[in-house]
Nanobody
Framework: VQLQASGGGLVQAGGSLRLSCAAS????????WAWFHQAPGKDREYVAR????????DYADSVKGRFTVPRDRANNTVYLEMNSLRPEDTGVYFC?????????????????WGQGTLVTVSS
């Protein structure tokens, strides 16, 4: 499966963005999907995931209540909807796919990665 991430940009604190991760080659239903965030000068950190069933999601404490991770099977795309953005949300966001039904919050278990999309939140 190939992943194409998009949707990043510049937004003011308190604003919203929707990132997209378009998959090609396989159905998104075959994978658990996750988003990771890499702030400048820091390691990649887990943000959220939607499990292969499509019914269960999981979020890092820092984004609970602000971010959601829906998927659209018709468009074979997974999204990261980000609300109430904060300056500390700035960084590159990566989507990733794993063939298990549960996935993980650990980046090294994911088999496939998108190229990343930059989000900048100004204060």
């Amino acid at each position: 499966v190939q992943l194409q991430a998009s949707g990043g940009g510049l937004v003011q604190a308190g604003g919203s963005l929707r990132l997209s991760c378009a998959a090609s080659g396989r159905s998104i239903s075959d994978y658990t999907w996750a988003w990771f965030h890499q702030a400048p000068g820091k390691d990649r950190e887990y943000v959220a995931r939607i499990k292969r069933s499509g019914f269960r999601t999981d979020y890092a404490d820092s984004v609970k209540g602000r971010f959601t991770v829906p998927r659209d099977r018709a468009n074979n795309t997974v999204y990261l909807e980000m609300n109430s953005l904060r300056p500390e949300d700035t960084g590159v966001y990566f989507c990733a796919a794993h063939r298990s039904g549960l996935g993980s919050d650990k980046a090294d278990v994911y088999d496939y990665w998108g190229q990343g999309t930059l989000v900048t939140v100004s204060s």
